[in-house]
């Protein structure tokens, strides 16, 4: 199985999709989501899990930053920004709902929330896992939720790498 994203240019990721951008929710939380491209997933995938996150945020937060959760993906492409737009998957919560993330609600965190590196430029990790079957989640899942649900139909994955800074 291979990812890509027309967003990820070198392995740095294009300034819309992170704090440089444009596109913020009232918390001031980036909000355009990266496009993705899957190939090649193996046969008797039934959906497509994402688990997006910043393992450089541990320095300075404590914990690894999740940036976004989606589960029950049935095809192979996400569009740029179609994270806030799209019905047919459901998202859980980001970062974004921590004390450090100002405690933002779960319907606001259950979106993609883009990059914002604090101190220097970060690697952000965008995992996709091929799954032999439709998870049993609702809207605003967490992640260890997702992890527990996947346990035992994970067919493949990828994980796709790209650096943001601010």
Known sequence: MKVTSTGIIDGIIADEYGAKGTQFNENEMPLYSLPLKIEDAPQGTKSFAI???DKDAVPVCGFSWIHWLVANLTRDEL???ESQTATDFIQGVNSWISIQGDNQSIEASSYYGGMAPPNAPHLYETHVYALDTLLDLKPGFYMNELYRAMDG???DCFTLKGEYSN
Request: no cysteine.
């Open 51 to 53: 688990v997006m996150e």
């Open 79 to 81: 569009l740029a920004g």
């Open 153 to 155: 139909h994970i067919l």
